[in-house]
Structure formats: structure tokens, C-alpha cells
């Protein structure tokens, strides 16, 4: 069989799964509806504002900031499973690594990126 | 270097991109020590040095092969052909820079134009997938933010439209490279010019997507839609730049995977949309820039037909099509540095020099400069004194003697147009006309922009007596 069979036959099902979970509804379900349903679902708590409400723009300026950090963050752990095996030279790429992400970090704390204004 | 487990070749082979990095991150350094904040002059003179370190190393890497990062990347003479060309157009926007950056975002601009040619040069010496998208990206990257890096409400559009629809591109060549990979189980371009791939349906689909996504980034028309309003928007020395690095970076990967990466026969049925819509491109762009009265888009149009003339070189898929390509695009790399020097220099501090309007009379008022962006316009469109004259004749040499006379006949057609185009600027220069007496020069002179144009006259001119044409490019492309 071709390699790629499982592929083609995985993506079939994909597609006729999602085509019949969204058309069986409109199919058989009674429709009963009540302004409860009618709601935007928030966890099963009453929803206590508006969905579209505002942000301050700086929420997402930390949050990307946190993004970044984070995942230069996690890539130390492979390198923390593989220490052994990578010895001192893979000690000097992640000194190398961190001296850069320190002067990254460095910046954005001198130019205020982390204030709360 | 003794500690390393791959061998001096990998650090000898990224020397250039080190070189690179390494000045970034000292321009951001100065900048948080410096009080009160790093002058533009500042932060451009440590660029510069960065970016001439970076050119002697990697013109000392010339014809020394070095096959770094398992196959990953590799030097020799066509990498530091065009890493010599990056950094040019490094070297020369960094200088509009000095002349033109908003004051507040020195550092930050800076860094960042380097980064973007770490990437560049990467995608020069790219020689396997992973390779080719890392640099793509890290290009790409810097380009997003390079473009809103200014405060105008053009420039916030320009970065968001160049960073969805560059990501859209990106997209299709991610998608064409997993093809590929699928196709030949390997990231190396090497493995993909395996006779038996020609028969895979999964190459075809893969190398299509690919160059849909190589098609976009180097804005050949049906995907070129974004050009003029992501370069009118950034600010000059971001769209200079843009118009030079991210369309040599592009055809280094594009010739890498012409010359080095396609199964024995199948290049002319592969690449035949390339050329199909490259003689679109040199007729489009010429048309689209009929109707232009700003600079800045004059010249994305150019771009798109400039970038068709360099492919017809490539079209036969011939070693000297690739030298003649070559030729011409270093021509093409001063000729529009130039254009773009000569905004800068007649720029003000919030007024770019880029409407065809501010243009008006300024043979009167600063002949010299003039006088030099006539001859950069005539450069543009291949007139005889010209380097653009000879890389035209050249270019359609080849063509006709590879077997692709008709795009060599788009060629001329696209030249034809383009003539009124380029000859709006000169006339808008050199013939009076009404209330061009309340145009007022915008600022008395500046020097490192003067610079900028001299150099630039410097390397047409010198490129027409002397065609730089590396002959020992092809052999050191696998």
C-alpha cells in the first residue's frame, strides 16, 4: 500500500465526520428554544458582560512578550535532557543563546516594555 | 573552535551572518548605555562597520567551499556573490537611514535591517529546505516590522498588509516543502534533482507550491498585488532596502533550486509557469507604472518587471544565463539604490521625497542631482550608456539562444513601455511647468544621501566598462 494511504483514508474520515456532526444536527434535533439557549455559553455561569468588550493594548504587548519568553524559555529543556551527550559545546551554544536572549531582554526592560502605563 | 563537534567548516561558512549578528546586537547595546539616546549616526557607523566585516569575509569565502550545518549551507562563489549584493543593499539603505530615520526608533530600525540580512545571507547560501525557510523568516520577520517603523497611518498599513499576505506566501511554500519532503524523504535541495522524483506526483504538487511562495516574495504578477502598497507605505530606507535584498535573497534560492535541485529533463516543464508569468511580469509591471505619481510605487512596479528580466536570463536554465542574471542584477541593485538615494537626499525631515510632484524643477534647483536620477531612470530602462543597456543586450543574447525568444520579445515589448514611465520622472525634472516655483528644496544638502548617489553613479558606471560577470559562479553552486 502507499505510504500516503493511511493519509488519504485518515482525511476522508476527518471530512466526513466533520460534514456529518454539523449536518445531523439540522436533521433530527428538536428545536425547543428559550432565551437561556439563545445565550453565549460561559462556562455554564451566567454570562455577566458583553462579549465584545474593550482590552488595554497593553495586555497584548505583555502577552506577546510573556509568549516569546516562554517558548525561548522552553527551549532549554532539550538541551537540558541532552546535556551529556551535547558536553561543553552545547554548554557554549546555550551561553551563547542566553547572552542573546539576555540583551533581548535587557532591551525591552530599559525601554519599558514590562511597565504597566 | 577545537571544542567543536562539526568542524571549523561551520563556523568559517556562517562567518558573514556572525559578523552580522554580532553588530546588531552591539547597536542595541549602545543603545541602552548611551545617554541620552544613540544618534543616528551613531547606530548607522556601527552597522556599517558590522556590514563591511561581513563583505570581507564573505568575499574571502570566495571559491572556498564549505559545506556547513550538514549540507545546510554552503559557500563558494555564488553565496558570496550574493551575500556581496545583500550587503550592498544593507550598506546603502543604512546610509538613507542616517540621513532619514525617525529619531526615536534609531536602535531598534538598525538591528533590525541586520537581522533581516542575516537572513538574507542565510537564504543565499541555503541549500536545504529548513535552511531556506529559516532564512526566509528571519527576513520576512524584520521586513514586518521594518515597514511600520515609522509613525504614519501608510506605514501601520503597509506592515499589516505585507504581514498577512507574506505569511499567506509562506504558507504555500511551508506546504510545498512538506511536498517535497514526502516526495524524496530528504531536506537536502541536493536529493531532490533524483532522476526517479520526476515520476512522483507528490514532487510536482511540492515544487509548485514552492514556487507559488518563491513567486510572491519576489512579487511576480499574479502575486505582486502587495508591492506598490507595502513599499509607498514603509518608510524610504526600509523600501530600499526591500527592493534590493529581499528580491537578490529570493533569486539566490530560486537559481539554487533551478541549477541545483531538479531531476535531469524535468526544469523546462517544472519552471514553465515561472517564465509563463515572468513575461507577464515584464509587461504588468511596465503598464502599472503608466499611471504611478509616487516614487516609491514607480518603482515597486519597476521591481516587478526588473525582477521578469532577470528571470529570461535564467530561462535557459545555462551557465551563462545565470552569470548574465547575476550581472544584472547587481546593475539593477546600484541603478535603483540610486533612485531611492536621490528621494532621500531631497527629502525633508517629515516629508519623504517621494511624490513625482516634488520632483518639479529640480534640474533647476539641484542640477547634479538631476543629472544623476536621469541616468539612474535611463539605467532603469536600458538605455544605451548604461550597464542596464548591456545587461538587457546580454539577457536577451541568451534567451534567444536558449530557446526562449519569446520572453526575450516580452522583454523588449516591456522596455518599450517603460520608457514613458521613466521619462515622467525626467520630465517632470527638467521641463517647467506650472507653480513649480512654490516647490521649495526641502532641505540644503545631505551629505551621507550625496554619498549614497555618487557611489551608486559609481557602480552603474563602472559596471558598464567593466561587466563584473563571476565566471566560476555554477560550479560552485551545488
Same mark, same amino acid.
Given at each position: 500500500?502507499?505510504?500516503?494511504?493511511?493519509?488519504?483514508?485518515?482525511?476522508?474520515?476527518?471530512?466526513?465526520?466533520?460534514?456529518?456532526?454539523?449536518?445531523?444536527?439540522?436533521?433530527?434535533?428538536?428545536?425547543?428554544?428559550?432565551?437561556?439557549?439563545?445565550?453565549?455559553?460561559?462556562?455554564?455561569?451566567?454570562?455577566?458582560?458583553?462579549?465584545?468588550?474593550?482590552?488595554?493594548?497593553?495586555?497584548?504587548?505583555?502577552?506577546?512578550?510573556?509568549?516569546?519568553?516562554?517558548?525561548?524559555?522552553?527551549?532549554?529543556?532539550?538541551?537540558?535532557?541532552?546535556?551529556?551527550?551535547?558536553?561543553? +559545546?552545547?554548554?557554549?551554544?546555550?551561553?551563547?543563546?542566553?547572552?542573546?536572549?539576555?540583551?533581548?531582554?535587557?532591551?525591552?526592560?530599559? !525601554?519599558?516594555?514590562?511597565?504597566?502605563? | 573552535?577545537?571544542?567543536?563537534?562539526?568542524?571549523?567548516?561551520?563556523?568559517?561558512?556562517?562567518?558573514?551572518?556572525?559578523?552580522?549578528?554580532?553588530?546588531?546586537?552591539?547597536?542595541?547595546?549602545?543603545?541602552?548605555?548611551?545617554?541620552?539616546?544613540?544618534?543616528?549616526?551613531?547606530?548607522?557607523?556601527?552597522?556599517?562597520?558590522?556590514?563591511?566585516?561581513?563583505?570581507?569575509?564573505?568575499?574571502?569565502? +570566495?571559491?572556498?567551499?564549505?559545506?556547513?550545518?550538514?549540507?545546510?549551507?554552503?559557500?563558494?562563489?555564488?553565496?558570496?556573490?550574493?551575500?556581496?549584493?545583500?550587503?550592498?543593499?544593507?550598506?546603502?539603505?543604512?546610509?538613507?537611514?542616517?540621513?532619514?530615520?525617525?529619531? !526615536?526608533?534609531?536602535?531598534?530600525?538598525?538591528?533590525?535591517?541586520?537581522?533581516?540580512?542575516?537572513?538574507?545571507?542565510?537564504?543565499?547560501?541555503?541549500?536545504?529546505?529548513?535552511?531556506?525557510?529559516?532564512?526566509?523568516?528571519?527576513?520576512?520577520?524584520?521586513?514586518?516590522?521594518?515597514?511600520?517603523?515609522?509613525?504614519?497611518?501608510?506605514?501601520?498599513?503597509?506592515?499589516?498588509?505585507?504581514?498577512?499576505?507574506?505569511?499567506?506566501?509562506?504558507?504555500?511554500?511551508?506546504?510545498?516543502?512538506?511536498?517535497?519532503?514526502?516526495?524524496?524523504?530528504?531536506?537536502?535541495?541536493?536529493?531532490?534533482?533524483?532522476?526517479?522524483?520526476?515520476?512522483?506526483?507528490?514532487?510536482?504538487?511540492?515544487?509548485?507550491?514552492?514556487?507559488?511562495?518563491?513567486?510572491?516574495?519576489?512579487?511576480?504578477?499574479?502575486?505582486?498585488?502587495?508591492?506598490?502598497?507595502?513599499?509607498?507605505?514603509?518608510?524610504?530606507?526600509?523600501?530600499?532596502?526591500?527592493?534590493?535584498?529581499?528580491?537578490?535573497?529570493?533569486?539566490?534560492?530560486?537559481?539554487?533550486?533551478?541549477?541545483?535541485?531538479?531531476?535531469?529533463?524535468?526544469?523546462?516543464?517544472?519552471?514553465?509557469?515561472?517564465?509563463?508569468?515572468?513575461?507577464?511580469?515584464?509587461?504588468?509591471?511596465?503598464?502599472?507604472?503608466?499611471?504611478?505619481?509616487?516614487? !516609491?510605487?514607480?518603482?515597486?512596479?519597476?521591481?516587478?518587471?526588473?525582477?521578469?528580466?532577470?528571470?529570461?536570463?535564467?530561462?535557459?536554465?545555462?551557465?551563462?544565463?545565470?552569470?548574465?542574471?547575476?550581472?544584472?542584477?547587481?546593475?539593477?541593485?546600484?541603478?535603483?539604490?540610486?533612485?531611492?538615494?536621490?528621494?532621500?537626499?531631497?527629502?525633508?525631515?517629515?516629508?519623504?521625497?517621494?511624490?513625482?510632484?516634488?520632483?518639479?524643477?529640480?534640474?533647476?534647483?539641484?542640477?547634479?542631482?538631476?543629472?544623476?536620477?536621469?541616468?539612474?531612470?535611463?539605467?532603469?530602462?536600458?538605455?544605451?550608456?548604461?550597464?542596464?543597456?548591456?545587461?538587457?543586450?546580454?539577457?536577451?543574447?541568451?534567451?534567444?539562444?536558449?530557446?526562449?525568444?519569446?520572453?526575450?520579445?516580452?522583454?523588449?515589448?516591456?522596455?518599450?513601455?517603460?520608457?514613458?514611465?521613466?521619462?515622467?520622472?525626467?520630465?517632470?525634472?527638467?521641463?517647467?511647468?506650472?507653480?513649480?516655483?512654490?516647490?521649495?528644496?526641502?532641505?540644503?544638502?545631505?551629505?551621507?544621501?550625496?554619498?549614497?548617489?555618487?557611489?551608486?553613479?559609481?557602480?552603474?558606471?563602472?559596471?558598464?566598462?567593466?561587466?563584473?560577470?563571476?565566471?566560476?559562479?555554477?560550479?560552485?553552486?551545488?
Amino acid at each position: 500500500m502507499n505510504p500516503y494511504g493511511p493519509v488519504a483514508l485518515y482525511l476522508c474520515v476527518a471530512f466526513a465526520a466533520a460534514l456529518l456532526f454539523s449536518v445531523l444536527p439540522g436533521l433530527v434535533a428538536r428545536r425547543k428554544p428559550n432565551p437561556e439557549k439563545a445565550e453565549a455559553y460561559e462556562c455554564g455561569v451566567e454570562p455577566t458582560s458583553a462579549v465584545a468588550g474593550r482590552f488595554p493594548v497593553r495586555f497584548y504587548l505583555i502577552a506577546m512578550l510573556f509568549v516569546i519568553f516562554d517558548v525561548e524559555a522552553a527551549s532549554f529543556y532539550p538541551w537540558a535532557v541532552q546535556m551529556h551527550a551535547l558536553r561543553i +559545546y552545547g554548554l557554549l551554544e546555550m551561553i551563547v543563546f542566553i547572552i542573546v536572549l539576555g540583551i533581548g531582554y535587557a532591551y525591552v526592560w530599559k !525601554k519599558g516594555g514590562f511597565a504597566w502605563r | 573552535m577545537i571544542l567543536n563537534p562539526f568542524g571549523t567548516a561551520d563556523w568559517m561558512a556562517i562567518a558573514p551572518i556572525v559578523a552580522l549578528a554580532i553588530a546588531s546586537l552591539l547597536v542595541l547595546l549602545a543603545d541602552l548605555v548611551a545617554r541620552p539616546a544613540i544618534s543616528r549616526y551613531g547606530a548607522v557607523a556601527i552597522g556599517l562597520l558590522g556590514t563591511a566585516a561581513a563583505a570581507v569575509l564573505a568575499a574571502m569565502q +570566495y571559491g572556498h567551499v564549505y559545506a556547513a550545518f550538514f549540507g545546510g549551507f554552503v559557500t563558494g562563489g555564488f553565496t558570496t556573490v550574493f551575500e556581496e549584493i545583500v550587503a550592498i543593499a544593507l550598506a546603502g539603505s543604512l546610509a538613507l537611514y542616517a540621513t532619514l530615520g525617525d529619531p !526615536k526608533r534609531i536602535g531598534g530600525t538598525v538591528a533590525l535591517m541586520l537581522w533581516g540580512s542575516c537572513g538574507a545571507m542565510l537564504m543565499a547560501g541555503a541549500a536545504n529546505l529548513m535552511t531556506i525557510f529559516l532564512g526566509l523568516e528571519l527576513l520576512s520577520l524584520a521586513l514586518y516590522c521594518l515597514c511600520g517603523m515609522v509613525d504614519r497611518r501608510g506605514a501601520r498599513e503597509s506592515a499589516l498588509k505585507y504581514l498577512i499576505l507574506s505569511s499567506t506566501a509562506s504558507g504555500f511554500l511551508l506546504f510545498g516543502m512538506a511536498l517535497l519532503f514526502g516526495a524524496s524523504g530528504s531536506v537536502l535541495l541536493a536529493d531532490l534533482a533524483r532522476p526517479q522524483l520526476a515520476a512522483n506526483p507528490l514532487f510536482w504538487m511540492g515544487s509548485g507550491l514552492f514556487l507559488i511562495g518563491l513567486a510572491f516574495k519576489m512579487s511576480l504578477v499574479p502575486f505582486h498585488a502587495w508591492a506598490p502598497d507595502v513599499y509607498e507605505g514603509a518608510p524610504l530606507p526600509v523600501t530600499a532596502y526591500m527592493s534590493v535584498a529581499t528580491k537578490a535573497a529570493t533569486l539566490a534560492v530560486f537559481a539554487r533550486v533551478l541549477y541545483a535541485a531538479l531531476p535531469a529533463g524535468t526544469a523546462s516543464h517544472v519552471m514553465l509557469p515561472v517564465w509563463i508569468v515572468a513575461g507577464i511580469s515584464m509587461i504588468a509591471g511596465n503598464v502599472g507604472m503608466l499611471a504611478q505619481h509616487d516614487l !516609491k510605487r514607480l518603482l515597486a512596479y519597476s521591481g516587478i518587471a526588473q525582477v521578469g528580466y532577470i528571470l529570461t536570463a535564467m530561462a535557459g536554465g545555462s551557465a551563462l544565463g545565470l552569470r548574465y542574471a547575476i550581472y544584472y542584477l547587481v546593475a539593477y541593485t546600484f541603478m535603483n539604490l540610486g533612485a531611492f538615494a536621490v528621494a532621500t537626499a531631497i527629502s525633508g525631515e517629515h516629508e519623504e521625497g517621494a511624490r513625482l510632484v516634488s520632483y518639479a524643477g529640480l534640474a533647476r534647483r539641484r542640477p547634479w542631482l538631476a543629472a544623476a536620477m536621469t541616468f539612474f531612470m535611463l539605467a532603469l530602462a536600458g538605455m544605451p550608456p548604461t550597464a542596464g543597456f548591456l545587461g538587457k543586450i546580454l539577457i536577451l543574447a541568451t534567451s534567444a539562444d536558449s530557446g526562449y525568444a519569446w520572453l526575450g520579445g516580452l522583454l523588449v515589448a516591456g522596455t518599450a513601455i517603460s520608457l514613458y514611465a521613466y521619462a515622467k520622472v525626467v520630465r517632470a525634472m527638467y521641463l517647467p511647468q506650472s507653480g513649480d516655483h512654490h516647490v521649495a528644496d526641502l532641505r540644503p544638502i545631505a551629505p551621507l544621501a550625496w554619498i549614497s548617489v555618487t557611489l551608486c553613479l559609481i557602480g552603474v558606471i563602472a559596471m558598464t566598462f567593466y561587466p563584473l560577470t563571476p565566471s566560476n559562479v555554477l560550479p560552485l553552486l551545488r
